[in-house]
């Protein structure tokens, strides 16, 4: 398979703090890539540095043969990468179909187009119900789903997902699951998941990536991870050993 | 029934509305009472104003408290293009929207950098800016001001093609010249609100990041948003002078130019077409009234009048932050309208 996204060695300091230190990583075409680690291991900020949020001070980060080390967010998404955030930030006092609308017309110039292709989003996600309502008023749940909704209107070929499931219900956690699994299966995009719960990543993920204070300490298929000492010592626990 | 109703109405109140407002300055042509014209005048004008600022403060969420930089350039372009050259100042109007545009495009441009409050900040320090600018350029005449010379003896068509009414057709003339170009100025953010810009003016409003998540790029649709605000009051600032015949640094740059069209957005509604027109026509009268009953007699000279005018404006934003126009009044139109039906019933029985 194709690689899509190269990090090579990133590194991100903050002041005295290194977020990211020497940090490699490489997703191909149609993935699923799960990235795991505490609190604090620099996951977000990978996330972050990948689409422009903010620009690694070492390294490079290229995309689909397009070098966006320093790309702003707008380029990023422009070439196919999109992502949601760990806080939602849907777009409050606009609808639900607005809200895609506003996704669909990077690629649909007319707003009649954006329309037909965020309501076929919408039926895509389970959201159709919900199309009038302003986004606000939405359920944590529903709002998560509606950022995949408009980041899948830009259409992607990469898509990170930073804590698509922290704060949901078990019975929520479950129904997002499978949107990510028919994301990737009917839509065929690559994913980079960031997420706490063991269960929800491991089986959801070809590959796991493990940061740990800022550096990649394991990466490999869950079966193998998950035994891993390095990573049951920085991560998941004592406990987690003889589960699996 | 009640639906199709509810969705007629606007239509119904728009057509009674443009009607009345056309219909609104001939009696008083007849009986010769021409302040209530400018009075209407003043509406129009302050209505255009907000809503062209309602794309910058409503749409694009950023609040920019100085729009009437763009006031003043409107004027002074097209007052030095026909006391100098001689160019009609509809001409004139199109070179001061399009100089209006040009220098808000260069200034807004580094403020974008700045967000929330420090933005606001920013254009308040470039209309301290342009007031000394205004008061000291020797080209546009300082603070003495440029002065344009009255045309009179012109037909009706005349008139309008210099933008000059004189005598008893002077309020008359500009009032249905404000009427039109609210009309056009409606029409034009109309079809801004619908299009792409308004979905990504009002994207970044609710969340920039989330905006350039999705391929917006947030300080380039700033500069349009604040470049159509000012295209709208460079406009106004054009037919103000022609109206004054005069264009002077501390009349076009003054507060009010900007404070009267934000609180004529706010009052009747932000973010919403018609919100400013009709802040207007509840402010702009309120003001004159309050300044020709409370500001005369035993009280004048104390301020009266403004002090009351600004206890008016406390209360609507207090009552109602977020405007008139966001009451419920369909579902009051509709409950209007079930409750007559339901007493002709009552009637028939």
Same mark, same amino acid.
């Given at each position: 398979?194709?690689?899509?996204?190269?990090?090579?060695?990133?590194?991100?300091?903050?002041?005295?703090?290194?977020?990211?230190?020497?940090?490699?990583?490489?997703?191909?075409?149609?993935?699923?890539?799960?990235?795991?680690?505490?609190?604090?291991?620099?996951?977000?900020?990978?996330?972050?540095?990948?689409?422009?949020?903010?620009?690694?001070?070492?390294?490079?980060?290229?995309?689909?043969?397009?070098?966006?080390?320093?790309?702003?967010?707008?380029?990023?998404?422009?070439?196919?990468?999109?992502?949601?955030?760990?806080?939602?930030?849907?777009?409050?006092?606009?609808?639900?179909?607005?809200?895609?609308?506003?996704?669909?017309?990077?690629?649909?110039?007319?707003?009649?187009?954006?329309?037909?292709?965020?309501?076929?989003?919408?039926?895509?996600?389970?959201?159709?119900?919900?199309?009038?309502?302003?986004?606000?008023?939405?359920?944590?749940?529903?709002?998560?789903?509606?950022?995949?909704?408009?980041?899948?209107?830009?259409?992607?070929?990469?898509?990170?997902?930073?804590?698509?499931?922290?704060?949901?219900?078990?019975?929520?956690?479950?129904?997002?699951?499978?949107?990510?699994?028919?994301?990737?299966?009917?839509?065929?995009?690559?994913?980079?998941?960031?997420?706490?719960?063991?269960?929800?990543?491991?089986?959801?993920?070809?590959?796991?990536?493990?940061?740990?204070?800022?550096?990649?300490?394991?990466?490999?298929?869950?079966?193998?991870?998950?035994?891993?000492?390095?990573?049951?010592?920085?991560?998941?626990?004592?406990?987690?050993?003889?589960?699996? | 029934?009640?639906?199709?109703?509810?969705?007629?109405?606007?239509?119904?109140?728009?057509?009674?509305?443009?009607?009345?407002?056309?219909?609104?300055?001939?009696?008083?042509?007849?009986?010769?009472?021409?302040?209530?014209?400018?009075?209407?005048?003043?509406?129009?004008?302050?209505?255009?104003?907000?809503?062209?600022?309602?794309?910058?403060?409503? *749409?694009?969420?950023?609040?920019?408290?100085?729009?009437?930089?763009?006031?003043?350039?409107?004027?002074?372009?097209?007052?030095?293009?026909?006391?100098?050259?001689?160019?009609?100042?509809?001409?004139?109007?199109?070179?001061?929207?399009?100089?209006?545009?040009?220098?808000?495009?260069?200034?807004?441009?580094?403020?974008?950098?700045?967000?929330?409050?420090?933005?606001?900040?920013?254009?308040?320090?470039? *209309?301290?800016?342009?007031?000394?600018?205004?008061?000291?350029?020797?080209?546009?005449?300082?603070?003495?001001?440029?002065?344009?010379?009255?045309?009179?003896?012109?037909?009706?068509?005349?008139?309008?093609?210099?933008?000059?009414?004189?005598?008893?057709?002077?309020?008359?003339?500009?009032?249905?010249?404000?009427?039109?170009?609210?009309?056009?100025?409606?029409?034009?953010?109309?079809?801004?609100?619908?299009?792409?810009?308004?979905?990504?003016?009002?994207?970044?409003?609710?969340?920039?990041?989330?905006?350039?998540?999705?391929?917006?790029?947030?300080?380039?649709?700033?500069?349009?948003?604040?470049?159509?605000?000012?295209?709208?009051?460079?406009?106004?600032?054009?037919?103000?002078?022609?109206?004054?015949?005069?264009?002077?640094?501390?009349?076009?740059?003054?507060?009010? *130019?900007?404070?009267?069209?934000?609180?004529?957005?706010?009052?009747?509604?932000?973010?919403?077409? *018609?919100?400013?027109?009709?802040?207007?026509?509840?402010?702009?009268?309120?003001?004159?009234?309050?300044?020709?009953?409370?500001?005369?007699?035993?009280?004048?000279?104390?301020?009266?009048?403004?002090?009351?005018?600004?206890?008016?404006?406390?209360?609507?934003?207090?009552?109602?932050?977020?405007?008139?126009?966001?009451?419920?009044?369909?579902?009051?139109?509709?409950?209007?309208?079930?409750?007559?039906?339901?007493?002709?019933?009552?009637?028939?029985?």
């Amino acid at each position: 398979m194709a690689t899509l996204l190269e990090v090579r060695s990133v590194t991100k300091r903050f002041g005295g703090l290194v977020a990211n230190k020497e940090v490699s990583l490489a997703i191909s075409a149609g993935e699923i890539v799960g990235l795991i680690g505490p609190n604090g291991a620099g996951k977000t900020t990978l996330f972050n540095c990948v689409t422009g949020y903010t620009h690694a001070d070492a390294g490079r980060i290229v995309f689909a043969g397009a070098d966006i080390t320093r790309a702003r967010p707008e380029r990023v998404s422009g070439l196919g990468i999109a992502r949601t955030w760990q806080l939602v930030r849907t777009f409050g006092r606009m609808t639900v179909l607005e809200n895609v609308v506003c996704g669909a017309l990077k690629r649909h110039a007319r707003v009649g187009e954006a329309r037909a292709r965020a309501l076929r989003l919408l039926e895509f996600t389970g959201l159709a119900s919900r199309e009038d309502v302003v986004a606000a008023n939405l359920t944590l749940a529903d709002k998560k789903r509606l950022e995949i909704a408009r980041a899948l209107a830009t259409e992607p070929r990469l898509l990170l997902l930073d804590e698509a499931m922290s704060g949901l219900t078990p019975a929520e956690t479950a129904a997002a699951v499978e949107l990510v699994r028919r994301i990737h299966g009917e839509l065929g995009l690559a994913l980079c998941v960031v997420e706490h719960v063991m269960e929800v990543v491991m089986p959801l993920s070809q590959r796991v990536v493990v940061l740990d204070d800022g550096e990649k300490i394991a990466e490999g298929p869950p079966a193998e991870v998950v035994r891993n000492d390095a990573v049951i010592k920085a991560y998941l626990g004592e406990h987690y050993r003889g589960r699996r | 029934m009640a639906g199709s109703s509810g969705r007629r109405s606007p239509r119904v109140v728009l057509a009674v509305g443009v009607v009345l407002g056309l219909l609104y300055p001939i009696p008083l042509q007849w009986s010769g009472y021409t302040y209530f014209q400018t009075v209407g005048f003043l509406v129009l004008i302050n209505a255009m104003l907000g809503v062209g600022w309602n794309v910058i403060g409503g *749409w694009a969420g950023q609040f920019d408290f100085a729009p009437q930089v763009f006031f003043a350039i409107g004027a002074y372009t097209a007052a030095i293009l026909f006391v100098h050259l001689g160019w009609s100042p509809w001409l004139g109007m199109l070179a001061g929207v399009l100089a209006a545009i040009g220098i808000c495009a260069l200034v807004t441009y580094p403020l974008t950098r700045l967000r929330g409050h420090y933005f606001a900040i920013s254009t308040v320090a470039i *209309w301290m800016i342009a007031q000394p600018i205004g008061a000291t350029w020797e080209f546009i005449n300082g603070s003495r001001g440029l002065f344009i010379p009255m045309q009179t003896g012109q037909g009706v068509l005349g008139s309008i093609a210099s933008l000059q009414f004189v005598g008893r057709t002077k309020a008359l003339g500009y009032y249905y010249v404000a009427f039109g170009l609210l009309a056009l100025t409606l029409w034009l953010v109309h079809l801004v609100e619908r299009g792409r810009l308004g979905f990504y003016f009002r994207a970044i409003r609710d969340d920039q990041e989330g905006a350039e998540g999705i391929g917006i790029p947030s300080r380039l649709y700033k500069v349009i948003a604040r470049s159509i605000t000012a295209a709208v009051f460079g406009a106004g600032g054009v037919l103000y002078g022609f109206w004054a015949l005069a264009v002077f640094p501390e009349q076009v740059l003054d507060l009010n *130019w900007s404070t009267l069209p934000i609180m004529a957005t706010v009052v009747g509604g932000i973010g919403r077409l *018609w919100g400013p027109v009709l802040g207007a026509f509840i402010l702009i009268p309120i003001s004159q009234i309050m300044s020709t009953t409370l500001g005369t007699g035993p009280l004048a000279g104390r301020g009266i009048d403004l002090i009351v005018y600004g206890i008016i404006i406390v209360l609507i934003a207090a009552l109602r932050p977020t405007g008139i126009l966001s009451l419920p009044w369909s579902r009051w139109a509709r409950g209007l309208v079930r409750r007559r039906a339901s007493a002709r019933l009552v009637g028939r029985g």
